[in-house]
Protein backbone atom coordinates (compact mmCIF):
# COMPACT_ATOMS: atom_id res chain seq x y z
CA UNK A 1 0.00 0.00 0.00
CA UNK A 2 0.89 3.58 -0.83
CA UNK A 3 1.90 5.89 2.11
CA UNK A 4 -0.67 7.96 0.74
CA UNK A 5 -3.11 5.62 1.29
CA UNK A 6 -2.02 4.20 4.45
CA UNK A 7 -2.22 7.85 5.70
CA UNK A 8 -6.18 8.45 4.43
CA UNK A 9 -7.09 4.74 5.78
CA UNK A 10 -5.45 5.93 8.87
CA UNK A 11 -7.13 9.10 8.63
CA UNK A 12 -10.54 7.91 8.39
CA UNK A 13 -10.16 5.06 11.33
CA UNK A 14 -9.31 8.23 13.28
CA UNK A 15 -11.93 10.57 12.45
CA UNK A 16 -14.53 7.24 13.17
CA UNK A 17 -12.61 6.61 16.54
CA UNK A 18 -12.86 10.34 17.58
CA UNK A 19 -15.71 11.90 15.94
CA UNK A 20 -17.86 8.72 15.03
CA UNK A 21 -17.81 9.78 11.20
CA UNK A 22 -17.20 7.36 8.44
CA UNK A 23 -15.67 9.63 5.93
CA UNK A 24 -15.52 8.14 2.31
CA UNK A 25 -12.01 6.75 1.23
CA UNK A 26 -11.92 9.22 -1.79
CA UNK A 27 -12.58 12.08 -0.24
CA UNK A 28 -9.72 12.79 2.19
CA UNK A 29 -7.01 14.59 0.39
CA UNK A 30 -3.12 14.13 1.12
CA UNK A 31 -0.71 15.70 -0.43
CA UNK A 32 3.12 16.25 -0.23
CA UNK A 33 3.88 18.80 2.10
CA UNK A 34 4.81 22.10 0.35
CA UNK A 35 8.60 23.06 0.95
CA UNK A 36 8.28 26.26 3.26
CA UNK A 37 6.53 24.26 6.28
CA UNK A 38 7.92 21.55 8.36
CA UNK A 39 6.46 17.56 7.34
CA UNK A 40 6.27 14.80 4.61
CA UNK A 41 2.69 14.48 4.10
CA UNK A 42 0.14 16.80 4.29
CA UNK A 43 -4.08 16.07 4.99
CA UNK A 44 -6.09 18.69 4.13
CA UNK A 45 -8.80 19.55 6.84
CA UNK A 46 -11.03 22.02 4.51
CA UNK A 47 -12.96 18.88 3.62
CA UNK A 48 -14.73 17.72 7.27
CA UNK A 49 -15.01 21.06 8.93
CA UNK A 50 -18.64 21.36 8.26
CA UNK A 51 -19.36 17.52 8.58
CA UNK A 52 -17.10 17.65 12.05
CA UNK A 53 -18.52 20.91 12.74
CA UNK A 54 -14.52 21.70 14.28
CA UNK A 55 -12.57 24.77 13.70
CA UNK A 56 -8.87 24.20 11.70
CA UNK A 57 -6.88 24.64 14.53
CA UNK A 58 -8.75 22.26 16.92
CA UNK A 59 -9.13 19.59 14.59
CA UNK A 60 -6.16 19.48 13.54
CA UNK A 61 -4.29 19.06 16.47
CA UNK A 62 -7.21 16.64 17.79
CA UNK A 63 -6.63 14.31 14.45
CA UNK A 64 -2.59 15.21 14.67
CA UNK A 65 -2.66 13.99 18.68
CA UNK A 66 -4.39 10.55 17.54
CA UNK A 67 -2.77 9.54 14.50
CA UNK A 68 0.48 10.08 16.71
CA UNK A 69 -0.25 8.19 19.86
CA UNK A 70 -1.84 5.46 17.26
CA UNK A 71 0.49 4.86 14.42
CA UNK A 72 3.80 5.47 16.28
CA UNK A 73 5.32 3.13 14.15
CA UNK A 74 4.77 5.85 11.72
CA UNK A 75 4.69 8.97 12.79
CA UNK A 76 7.02 11.40 14.93
CA UNK A 77 5.79 14.61 14.81
CA UNK A 78 3.06 16.62 13.44
CA UNK A 79 1.82 20.43 13.16
CA UNK A 80 -0.97 22.58 12.00
CA UNK A 81 -1.17 24.99 9.75
CA UNK A 82 -4.34 27.26 8.79
CA UNK A 83 -6.37 23.75 8.05
CA UNK A 84 -3.50 21.83 6.84
CA UNK A 85 -2.20 19.17 9.27
CA UNK A 86 1.15 18.34 7.84
CA UNK A 87 2.69 14.76 9.54
CA UNK A 88 6.41 14.00 9.57
CA UNK A 89 6.83 10.61 8.68
CA UNK A 90 9.68 8.28 11.25
CA UNK A 91 13.15 7.87 9.82
CA UNK A 92 12.69 3.68 10.59
CA UNK A 93 9.48 3.82 8.07
CA UNK A 94 11.89 4.74 5.25
CA UNK A 95 14.79 2.38 6.23
CA UNK A 96 12.26 -0.28 6.44
CA UNK A 97 10.96 1.22 2.84
CA UNK A 98 14.85 1.25 1.26
CA UNK A 99 15.69 -1.97 2.96
CA UNK A 100 12.63 -4.51 1.72
CA UNK A 101 12.36 -3.07 -2.30
CA UNK A 102 16.13 -1.85 -2.62
CA UNK A 103 16.41 -5.18 -5.06
CA UNK A 104 13.06 -5.73 -5.81
CA UNK A 105 12.67 -5.82 -9.64
CA UNK A 106 9.23 -5.87 -9.83
CA UNK A 107 8.83 -2.32 -7.50
CA UNK A 108 5.91 -0.10 -8.58
CA UNK A 109 4.22 -2.84 -10.75
CA UNK A 110 0.58 -4.68 -9.91
CA UNK A 111 0.15 -7.97 -10.09
CA UNK A 112 -2.81 -8.66 -12.93
CA UNK A 113 -6.14 -7.41 -12.20
CA UNK A 114 -7.94 -9.07 -15.01
CA UNK A 115 -8.94 -6.27 -16.95
CA UNK A 116 -8.35 -5.92 -20.57
CA UNK A 117 -7.54 -2.66 -21.91
CA UNK A 118 -6.90 -2.32 -25.88
CA UNK A 119 -4.76 0.91 -26.96
CA UNK A 120 -5.12 1.27 -30.86
CA UNK A 121 -2.24 3.92 -32.77
CA UNK A 122 -0.16 4.77 -35.28
CA UNK A 123 -3.19 4.47 -37.50
CA UNK A 124 -1.34 5.62 -41.12
CA UNK A 125 -1.58 6.17 -44.34
CA UNK A 126 0.21 4.25 -46.90
CA UNK A 127 0.55 7.02 -49.39
CA UNK A 128 3.32 8.31 -47.86
CA UNK A 129 6.26 7.61 -44.43
CA UNK A 130 6.00 7.97 -41.06
CA UNK A 131 6.77 11.49 -40.06
CA UNK A 132 6.59 13.57 -36.77
CA UNK A 133 3.03 13.76 -35.57
CA UNK A 134 3.21 9.96 -36.21
CA UNK A 135 6.53 9.59 -33.73
CA UNK A 136 4.41 11.40 -31.02
CA UNK A 137 1.27 8.97 -31.62
CA UNK A 138 3.44 6.11 -31.57
CA UNK A 139 5.24 7.06 -28.82
CA UNK A 140 2.43 7.93 -26.51
CA UNK A 141 0.81 4.65 -27.63
CA UNK A 142 3.23 2.55 -27.05
CA UNK A 143 4.32 4.05 -23.46
CA UNK A 144 0.71 4.09 -22.81
CA UNK A 145 0.37 0.41 -23.47
CA UNK A 146 3.58 0.05 -21.25
CA UNK A 147 2.42 2.32 -18.20
CA UNK A 148 -0.97 0.21 -18.27
CA UNK A 149 0.61 -3.19 -18.32
CA UNK A 150 2.94 -2.26 -15.34
CA UNK A 151 -0.33 -1.76 -13.29
CA UNK A 152 -1.73 -4.95 -13.78
CA UNK A 153 -3.70 -4.52 -17.04
CA UNK A 154 -3.89 -7.09 -19.40
CA UNK A 155 -2.74 -4.79 -22.87
CA UNK A 156 -3.86 -5.59 -26.27
CA UNK A 157 -1.72 -2.91 -29.12
CA UNK A 158 -4.02 -2.46 -32.17
CA UNK A 159 -3.11 -0.49 -35.61
CA UNK A 160 -5.72 0.34 -38.15
CA UNK A 161 -4.16 0.79 -41.71
CA UNK A 162 -5.90 3.46 -43.71
CA UNK A 163 -5.07 1.56 -46.80
CA UNK A 164 -7.68 2.71 -49.33
CA UNK A 165 -9.27 5.73 -50.82
CA UNK A 166 -8.75 8.88 -53.06
CA UNK A 167 -5.49 9.86 -51.45
CA UNK A 168 -3.91 6.02 -51.92
CA UNK A 169 -4.96 6.65 -55.63
CA UNK A 170 -3.36 9.47 -56.17
CA UNK A 171 -0.18 8.05 -55.10
CA UNK A 172 -0.58 5.34 -57.79
CA UNK A 173 -2.05 7.67 -60.36
CA UNK A 174 1.12 9.62 -60.32
CA UNK A 175 3.30 6.61 -60.11
CA UNK A 176 1.63 5.06 -63.75
CA UNK A 177 1.93 8.49 -64.64
CA UNK A 178 5.62 9.24 -63.63
CA UNK A 179 7.48 6.23 -63.06
CA UNK A 180 8.40 4.48 -65.67
CA UNK A 181 8.10 1.62 -64.22
CA UNK A 182 10.68 2.27 -61.35
CA UNK A 183 10.65 0.64 -57.79
CA UNK A 184 11.99 0.70 -54.36
CA UNK A 185 14.67 -1.56 -55.51
CA UNK A 186 15.44 -0.16 -58.42
CA UNK A 187 15.85 3.46 -57.07
CA UNK A 188 17.76 2.12 -53.51
CA UNK A 189 14.82 3.90 -51.70
CA UNK A 190 12.70 2.51 -48.54
CA UNK A 191 8.73 1.89 -49.79
CA UNK A 192 7.37 4.14 -48.12
CA UNK A 193 9.75 7.34 -48.81
CA UNK A 194 8.96 5.96 -52.68
CA UNK A 195 5.36 5.90 -52.61
CA UNK A 196 5.23 8.98 -50.68
CA UNK A 197 7.29 10.76 -53.62
CA UNK A 198 4.58 9.87 -55.98
CA UNK A 199 1.59 11.75 -53.63
CA UNK A 200 3.77 14.63 -53.43
CA UNK A 201 4.38 14.57 -57.01
CA UNK A 202 0.73 14.11 -57.42
CA UNK A 203 0.10 17.60 -56.01
CA UNK A 204 3.00 19.19 -58.20
CA UNK A 205 1.08 18.07 -60.70
CA UNK A 206 -2.52 18.71 -59.80
CA UNK A 207 -1.58 22.19 -59.14
CA UNK A 208 -0.03 22.82 -62.37
CA UNK A 209 -3.01 21.41 -64.30
CA UNK A 210 -5.30 23.71 -61.88
CA UNK A 211 -3.72 26.79 -62.88
CA UNK A 212 -3.66 25.73 -66.73
CA UNK A 213 -7.33 25.57 -66.69
CA UNK A 214 -7.62 28.71 -64.57
CA UNK A 215 -5.64 30.59 -67.31
CA UNK A 216 -8.03 28.84 -69.88
CA UNK A 217 -11.16 30.46 -68.21
CA UNK A 218 -12.30 28.65 -65.44
CA UNK A 219 -13.04 29.58 -62.21
CA UNK A 220 -10.70 28.12 -59.50
CA UNK A 221 -13.52 26.62 -58.41
CA UNK A 222 -13.83 24.37 -61.41
CA UNK A 223 -10.36 24.07 -62.24
CA UNK A 224 -9.82 22.25 -59.13
CA UNK A 225 -12.83 20.12 -59.87
CA UNK A 226 -11.63 19.00 -63.26
CA UNK A 227 -8.13 18.78 -63.07
CA UNK A 228 -7.47 15.91 -65.04
CA UNK A 229 -5.11 14.08 -63.20
CA UNK A 230 -7.70 14.54 -60.21
CA UNK A 231 -10.49 13.27 -62.43
CA UNK A 232 -8.03 9.76 -63.20
CA UNK A 233 -7.54 9.26 -59.25
CA UNK A 234 -11.37 9.06 -58.80
CA UNK A 235 -11.87 7.01 -61.54
CA UNK A 236 -9.30 4.59 -60.21
CA UNK A 237 -10.61 4.66 -57.05
CA UNK A 238 -14.31 3.56 -58.82
CA UNK A 239 -12.15 0.88 -60.57
CA UNK A 240 -10.95 -0.68 -57.41
CA UNK A 241 -13.79 -0.81 -55.47
CA UNK A 242 -15.38 -2.53 -58.78
CA UNK A 243 -12.30 -4.85 -58.35
CA UNK A 244 -10.39 -4.18 -61.64
CA UNK A 245 -7.64 -6.97 -61.46
CA UNK A 246 -4.73 -4.29 -63.24
CA UNK A 247 -5.84 -1.75 -60.33
CA UNK A 248 -5.50 -4.29 -57.92
CA UNK A 249 -2.56 -5.38 -58.44
CA UNK A 250 -1.21 -2.04 -58.34
CA UNK A 251 -2.70 -1.33 -55.58
CA UNK A 252 -0.58 -4.41 -53.55
CA UNK A 253 2.16 -3.73 -54.97
CA UNK A 254 2.64 -0.42 -54.01
CA UNK A 255 0.94 -1.09 -50.80
CA UNK A 256 3.17 -3.83 -49.90
CA UNK A 257 6.22 -1.32 -50.61
CA UNK A 258 4.62 1.19 -48.27
CA UNK A 259 4.34 -1.99 -45.24
CA UNK A 260 8.12 -2.92 -45.52
CA UNK A 261 9.46 0.69 -45.34
CA UNK A 262 6.84 1.00 -42.00
CA UNK A 263 8.06 -2.25 -40.67
CA UNK A 264 11.85 -1.07 -40.55
CA UNK A 265 10.46 2.15 -39.00
CA UNK A 266 8.81 0.51 -36.35
CA UNK A 267 11.74 -1.91 -35.40
CA UNK A 268 13.69 0.72 -35.34
CA UNK A 269 11.40 2.72 -32.92
CA UNK A 270 10.59 0.15 -30.87
CA UNK A 271 6.69 -0.15 -31.78
CA UNK A 272 4.58 -3.39 -32.30
CA UNK A 273 1.51 -4.49 -32.20
CA UNK A 274 -0.43 -7.49 -31.38
CA UNK A 275 -3.22 -7.00 -34.44
CA UNK A 276 -3.12 -5.03 -37.61
CA UNK A 277 -6.71 -3.96 -39.05
CA UNK A 278 -6.55 -2.54 -42.65
CA UNK A 279 -9.56 0.25 -43.36
CA UNK A 280 -9.92 -2.19 -47.39
CA UNK A 281 -11.16 -4.95 -45.02
CA UNK A 282 -13.09 -2.42 -42.61
CA UNK A 283 -14.86 -0.21 -44.65
CA UNK A 284 -17.83 -1.83 -45.26
CA UNK A 285 -18.33 -2.33 -41.55
CA UNK A 286 -21.26 -1.35 -39.65
CA UNK A 287 -23.94 -1.23 -42.29
CA UNK A 288 -25.83 -4.33 -40.31
CA UNK A 289 -25.79 -1.58 -37.05
CA UNK A 290 -27.00 1.02 -39.29
CA UNK A 291 -30.39 -1.32 -40.29
CA UNK A 292 -30.25 -2.11 -36.02
CA UNK A 293 -30.32 1.65 -35.56
CA UNK A 294 -33.42 2.08 -37.46
CA UNK A 295 -35.09 -0.03 -35.88
CA UNK A 296 -34.48 1.29 -32.87
CA UNK A 297 -35.15 4.82 -33.67
CA UNK A 298 -32.02 5.96 -32.52
CA UNK A 299 -31.15 6.73 -36.48
CA UNK A 300 -33.68 8.13 -39.27
CA UNK A 301 -33.80 7.96 -42.73
CA UNK A 302 -34.11 11.33 -44.77
CA UNK A 303 -36.32 11.29 -48.25
CA UNK A 304 -33.08 10.86 -50.42
CA UNK A 305 -32.55 7.59 -48.80
CA UNK A 306 -29.51 8.72 -46.63
CA UNK A 307 -29.38 7.73 -42.72
CA UNK A 308 -28.83 10.36 -40.08
CA UNK A 309 -28.82 10.55 -36.10
CA UNK A 310 -29.41 13.24 -34.21
CA UNK A 311 -27.38 14.49 -31.52
CA UNK A 312 -28.25 17.78 -31.02
CA UNK A 313 -30.25 17.31 -27.44
CA UNK A 314 -26.28 16.20 -26.57
CA UNK A 315 -24.75 19.57 -27.52
CA UNK A 316 -23.54 18.47 -31.05
CA UNK A 317 -25.25 17.99 -34.45
CA UNK A 318 -26.91 15.82 -37.20
CA UNK A 319 -24.70 13.45 -38.47
CA UNK A 320 -24.27 11.13 -41.27
CA UNK A 321 -24.07 7.37 -41.03
CA UNK A 322 -24.76 6.07 -45.01
CA UNK A 323 -24.93 8.31 -47.56
CA UNK A 324 -28.42 7.72 -49.75
CA UNK A 325 -26.79 5.35 -52.23
CA UNK A 326 -25.94 2.93 -49.22
CA UNK A 327 -22.06 3.70 -48.99
CA UNK A 328 -20.98 3.72 -45.51
CA UNK A 329 -19.08 6.89 -43.98
CA UNK A 330 -15.92 7.20 -41.60
CA UNK A 331 -18.06 7.37 -38.34
CA UNK A 332 -20.18 3.79 -39.59
CA UNK A 333 -16.89 2.34 -40.57
CA UNK A 334 -15.52 3.08 -36.83
CA UNK A 335 -18.74 1.66 -34.90
CA UNK A 336 -18.29 -1.57 -36.85
CA UNK A 337 -15.18 -1.62 -35.87
CA UNK A 338 -15.51 -0.97 -32.50
CA UNK A 339 -18.16 -4.27 -32.55
CA UNK A 340 -15.65 -6.41 -34.09
CA UNK A 341 -12.82 -5.28 -31.48
CA UNK A 342 -15.04 -5.69 -28.68
CA UNK A 343 -15.81 -9.30 -30.08
CA UNK A 344 -12.41 -10.27 -30.72
CA UNK A 345 -10.78 -9.69 -27.50
CA UNK A 346 -13.63 -8.47 -25.18
CA UNK A 347 -11.68 -5.27 -23.53
CA UNK A 348 -13.13 -3.41 -21.22
CA UNK A 349 -11.87 -0.60 -22.17
CA UNK A 350 -10.35 0.53 -25.77
CA UNK A 351 -8.22 3.89 -26.22
CA UNK A 352 -8.19 5.06 -29.25
CA UNK A 353 -4.59 7.25 -29.84
CA UNK A 354 -5.31 10.09 -32.17
CA UNK A 355 -4.86 13.94 -32.50
CA UNK A 356 -6.81 16.53 -31.12
CA UNK A 357 -8.35 17.48 -34.81
CA UNK A 358 -10.75 14.16 -34.02
CA UNK A 359 -11.89 15.19 -30.81
CA UNK A 360 -15.42 15.77 -32.67
CA UNK A 361 -15.39 12.50 -34.19
CA UNK A 362 -15.16 10.67 -31.01
CA UNK A 363 -17.09 12.37 -29.28
CA UNK A 364 -20.25 11.12 -31.84
CA UNK A 365 -18.58 8.33 -32.02
CA UNK A 366 -18.72 7.28 -28.60
CA UNK A 367 -22.63 8.92 -28.28
CA UNK A 368 -23.82 6.52 -31.23
CA UNK A 369 -22.29 3.74 -29.57
CA UNK A 370 -24.05 4.18 -26.36
CA UNK A 371 -27.27 4.76 -27.81
CA UNK A 372 -26.65 1.61 -29.87
CA UNK A 373 -26.06 0.00 -26.53
CA UNK A 374 -23.17 -1.79 -27.93
CA UNK A 375 -20.86 -3.84 -24.88
CA UNK A 376 -18.27 -1.38 -26.36
CA UNK A 377 -19.55 1.54 -25.70
CA UNK A 378 -18.60 2.27 -22.26
CA UNK A 379 -15.16 1.92 -22.48
CA UNK A 380 -14.24 3.68 -25.48
CA UNK A 381 -11.76 6.26 -24.49
CA UNK A 382 -9.88 8.84 -26.69
CA UNK A 383 -6.55 9.67 -26.13
CA UNK A 384 -6.13 12.66 -27.69
CA UNK A 385 -2.95 14.95 -28.22
CA UNK A 386 -1.59 18.03 -29.55
CA UNK A 387 -0.08 18.56 -32.69
CA UNK A 388 3.45 18.52 -32.99
CA UNK A 389 5.65 21.95 -35.02
CA UNK A 390 8.99 22.31 -35.32
CA UNK A 391 10.72 25.80 -34.69
CA UNK A 392 10.43 26.56 -38.35
CA UNK A 393 7.15 26.27 -37.75
CA UNK A 394 3.63 23.71 -39.27
CA UNK A 395 4.71 20.61 -41.75
CA UNK A 396 2.65 19.88 -44.71
CA UNK A 397 2.51 16.36 -46.30
CA UNK A 398 1.06 17.42 -49.64
CA UNK A 399 3.80 19.63 -50.61
CA UNK A 400 6.76 17.28 -49.13
CA UNK A 401 7.38 19.57 -46.05
CA UNK A 402 6.83 17.01 -43.20
CA UNK A 403 9.90 15.70 -41.69
CA UNK A 404 10.16 12.18 -41.96
CA UNK A 405 10.36 9.66 -39.00
CA UNK A 406 13.18 8.14 -40.73
CA UNK A 407 15.12 11.08 -41.54
CA UNK A 408 14.32 12.55 -37.73
CA UNK A 409 15.39 9.45 -36.01
CA UNK A 410 18.54 9.31 -38.32
CA UNK A 411 19.32 13.02 -37.18
CA UNK A 412 18.61 12.38 -33.97
CA UNK A 413 21.79 9.46 -34.20
CA UNK A 414 24.38 11.98 -35.80
CA UNK A 415 23.72 14.31 -32.95
CA UNK A 416 24.11 12.07 -30.42
CA UNK A 417 27.09 10.52 -31.98
CA UNK A 418 28.73 14.20 -32.18
CA UNK A 419 27.75 15.42 -28.53
CA UNK A 420 28.94 11.70 -27.03
CA UNK A 421 32.22 11.76 -28.71
CA UNK A 422 33.24 15.62 -28.26
CA UNK A 423 32.71 14.65 -24.32
CA UNK A 424 35.87 11.57 -25.12
CA UNK A 425 33.46 8.87 -23.28
CA UNK A 426 33.47 6.51 -25.94
CA UNK A 427 37.18 5.92 -26.42
CA UNK A 428 37.20 2.72 -25.02
CA UNK A 429 33.78 1.06 -26.68
CA UNK A 430 34.16 -1.21 -29.54
CA UNK A 431 32.44 0.18 -32.96
CA UNK A 432 29.46 -1.93 -32.95
CA UNK A 433 29.03 -0.69 -28.44
CA UNK A 434 29.37 2.81 -29.77
CA UNK A 435 26.83 2.81 -32.56
CA UNK A 436 24.25 0.97 -30.14
CA UNK A 437 25.10 3.84 -27.74
CA UNK A 438 23.81 6.76 -30.11
CA UNK A 439 21.09 5.10 -31.09
CA UNK A 440 19.88 4.79 -27.28
CA UNK A 441 21.08 8.14 -26.46
CA UNK A 442 19.24 9.28 -30.01
CA UNK A 443 16.12 7.62 -30.00
CA UNK A 444 15.90 8.24 -25.87
CA UNK A 445 16.31 11.69 -26.37
CA UNK A 446 13.79 12.31 -28.63
CA UNK A 447 10.73 10.14 -27.13
CA UNK A 448 11.43 11.64 -23.78
CA UNK A 449 11.26 15.32 -25.41
CA UNK A 450 7.97 14.25 -26.75
CA UNK A 451 6.39 12.39 -24.11
CA UNK A 452 7.23 14.59 -21.54
CA UNK A 453 4.83 17.16 -22.32
CA UNK A 454 0.82 16.58 -21.63
CA UNK A 455 -0.65 15.06 -24.60
CA UNK A 456 -3.25 17.71 -24.66
CA UNK A 457 -0.57 20.08 -25.06
CA UNK A 458 0.64 21.39 -28.68
CA UNK A 459 4.68 21.05 -28.57
CA UNK A 460 7.57 22.25 -30.18
CA UNK A 461 10.00 19.82 -31.33
CA UNK A 462 14.09 20.99 -30.87
CA UNK A 463 16.63 18.48 -31.43
CA UNK A 464 19.70 19.94 -30.19
CA UNK A 465 17.57 21.05 -27.34
CA UNK A 466 16.47 17.33 -27.06
CA UNK A 467 19.72 16.12 -26.46
CA UNK A 468 21.38 18.42 -24.10
CA UNK A 469 23.55 16.28 -21.29
CA UNK A 470 22.55 18.57 -18.66
CA UNK A 471 18.82 19.23 -19.40
CA UNK A 472 15.19 18.13 -18.71
CA UNK A 473 15.98 15.35 -21.02
CA UNK A 474 16.63 11.58 -21.26
CA UNK A 475 20.07 11.44 -21.86
CA UNK A 476 20.32 13.30 -18.69
CA UNK A 477 18.49 10.43 -17.26
CA UNK A 478 20.15 8.02 -19.13
CA UNK A 479 23.67 9.70 -17.89
CA UNK A 480 22.68 9.30 -14.36
CA UNK A 481 21.71 5.85 -14.69
CA UNK A 482 24.80 4.50 -16.08
CA UNK A 483 26.61 6.50 -13.24
CA UNK A 484 24.50 5.02 -10.67
CA UNK A 485 25.78 1.45 -12.40
CA UNK A 486 29.29 2.35 -12.70
CA UNK A 487 29.34 2.97 -8.62
CA UNK A 488 27.43 -0.17 -8.10
CA UNK A 489 30.09 -2.42 -10.18
CA UNK A 490 32.99 -0.71 -8.42
CA UNK A 491 31.92 -1.24 -4.65
CA UNK A 492 30.34 -4.37 -2.95
CA UNK A 493 27.29 -4.64 -1.42
CA UNK A 494 27.10 -6.82 2.10
CA UNK A 495 23.40 -7.65 3.48
CA UNK A 496 25.15 -8.84 6.81
CA UNK A 497 24.99 -5.24 8.04
CA UNK A 498 21.89 -3.65 10.07
CA UNK A 499 21.27 -0.65 8.54
CA UNK A 500 17.34 -0.32 10.27
CA UNK A 501 18.54 2.22 13.10
CA UNK A 502 20.36 4.27 10.70
CA UNK A 503 19.51 8.20 11.12
CA UNK A 504 18.79 9.77 7.71
CA UNK A 505 20.04 12.63 6.32
CA UNK A 506 18.11 15.54 4.62
CA UNK A 507 19.18 14.44 0.99
CA UNK A 508 19.09 10.44 1.51
CA UNK A 509 15.53 11.41 3.02
CA UNK A 510 14.51 12.74 0.19
CA UNK A 511 15.94 10.56 -2.36
CA UNK A 512 13.87 7.86 -0.11
CA UNK A 513 10.77 9.66 -0.05
CA UNK A 514 10.95 9.89 -3.57
CA UNK A 515 11.48 6.41 -4.24
CA UNK A 516 8.54 5.62 -2.74
CA UNK A 517 6.22 8.27 -4.72
CA UNK A 518 6.52 5.44 -7.75
CA UNK A 519 3.78 3.37 -7.39
CA UNK A 520 1.54 5.99 -7.13
CA UNK A 521 3.61 7.87 -9.87
CA UNK A 522 2.67 4.84 -12.47
CA UNK A 523 -1.01 4.68 -11.59
CA UNK A 524 -1.83 8.28 -11.61
CA UNK A 525 0.22 8.53 -15.43
CA UNK A 526 -2.02 5.04 -15.95
CA UNK A 527 -5.33 6.35 -14.56
CA UNK A 528 -5.07 9.82 -16.49
CA UNK A 529 -3.47 8.43 -19.73
CA UNK A 530 -0.55 10.50 -19.41
CA UNK A 531 3.02 9.35 -19.61
CA UNK A 532 4.33 12.91 -18.67
CA UNK A 533 3.76 12.58 -15.25
CA UNK A 534 6.00 9.67 -15.30
CA UNK A 535 8.42 10.73 -17.35
CA UNK A 536 8.48 14.08 -15.01
CA UNK A 537 8.94 12.06 -12.25
CA UNK A 538 11.86 9.91 -13.18
CA UNK A 539 13.60 13.15 -14.25
CA UNK A 540 13.48 14.72 -10.81
CA UNK A 541 14.38 11.52 -9.11
CA UNK A 542 17.61 11.81 -11.33
CA UNK A 543 18.14 15.33 -10.82
CA UNK A 544 17.28 14.03 -6.50
CA UNK A 545 19.48 11.02 -7.33
CA UNK A 546 22.60 13.73 -8.71
CA UNK A 547 21.99 16.20 -5.63
CA UNK A 548 22.29 13.28 -2.76
CA UNK A 549 25.59 12.46 -4.82
CA UNK A 550 27.07 15.12 -5.24
CA UNK A 551 26.94 15.74 -1.62
CA UNK A 552 27.58 12.33 -0.02
CA UNK A 553 30.20 10.48 -1.35
CA UNK A 554 29.26 6.68 -1.55
CA UNK A 555 32.34 4.47 -1.54
CA UNK A 556 33.98 7.03 1.55
CA UNK A 557 31.01 6.88 3.11
CA UNK A 558 31.13 8.10 7.17
CA UNK A 559 30.36 4.47 8.40
CA UNK A 560 30.11 1.04 6.77
CA UNK A 561 26.41 0.89 7.54
CA UNK A 562 26.25 4.39 5.62
CA UNK A 563 27.98 3.00 2.60
CA UNK A 564 25.61 0.10 2.70
CA UNK A 565 22.64 2.34 2.87
CA UNK A 566 23.66 5.08 0.01
CA UNK A 567 24.69 1.25 -2.38
CA UNK A 568 20.85 0.50 -1.35
CA UNK A 569 19.42 4.03 -2.57
CA UNK A 570 21.60 3.84 -5.50
CA UNK A 571 20.29 0.38 -6.33
CA UNK A 572 16.58 1.26 -5.74
CA UNK A 573 17.32 4.20 -7.30
CA UNK A 574 19.05 2.67 -10.88
CA UNK A 575 15.97 0.06 -10.52
CA UNK A 576 12.99 2.68 -10.82
CA UNK A 577 14.57 4.39 -13.68
CA UNK A 578 15.29 2.04 -15.58
CA UNK A 579 11.56 -0.05 -15.42
CA UNK A 580 10.45 3.70 -15.45
CA UNK A 581 12.43 4.86 -18.60
CA UNK A 582 10.83 1.00 -20.23
CA UNK A 583 7.33 2.35 -19.02
CA UNK A 584 8.06 5.18 -21.62
CA UNK A 585 9.72 2.64 -24.28
CA UNK A 586 13.33 3.93 -23.53
CA UNK A 587 16.22 2.06 -23.32
CA UNK A 588 18.70 2.74 -20.52
CA UNK A 589 22.19 2.01 -21.29
CA UNK A 590 25.00 0.33 -18.47
CA UNK A 591 27.58 2.35 -20.08
CA UNK A 592 28.29 6.18 -21.30
Same mark, same amino acid.
Not at 177 to 184: E, K, V
Given at each position: ?????Q????????????????????????N?????????????????????Q???????????????Q???????????????????V?D???????? #?????????????????????Y?S???????????L????????????????????????????????????????Q????????A?????G???????????N??Y??????????????????????????A?????????????????????????????????????? @?????????? #?????? @???????QK???????????????????L???????????S???????????????????????????????Y????????C?????P????????????V??? #???????????V?? @???????????????E??GK????????R?S????????????????? @???K????????????????????????????????????????S? #?????????????F????????????????N???????????????????????????????????????AM??A????TG?????I?VP???
Open positions: MFLTEIKKATSAAIIALYQKDIPFHQIQVITKPEFEGDYTVVLFGFLKILKNPESLGNELGSYLLENSDLFVGFNVVKGFLNLIKTFWLDFID #THYSDSHFGKTALTGERVMVESPNTNKPLHLGHRNNFLGKSIANILSFTGKDVIKTCIVNDRGIHICKSMIAWLFANGATPSTNMKDHFVGDYYVLYEEKKQVAQLITEGLSTEEAEKKAPILLAQQMLLAWEKGDPEIIRLWKQMNEWVYEGFEKTYQMIGT @DFHKIYYESN #TYLLGK @DLVQKGLNVFYQKEDGSVWIDLTADGDEKLVQRKDGTVYITQDIGLAEQKQAEFNAQQSIYVVGDEQNHFKVLKLIEKLQLSAEGIYHLSYGMELP #TGKMKSREGTVDA @DDLVAEMISIAKQNTELVNDFTEEEILYETIGLGALKFFLLRV @DPKKMIFNPEESIDFHGFTGPFIQYTYARIKSILRKLSFSRTLI #TNEPLLPLEKQLATLEQYPSILEEAATEHPSTLAIYIYQLAKTFSSFYSEHSIANAETETKKQLRLQLLTNVIEMHGLGKERM
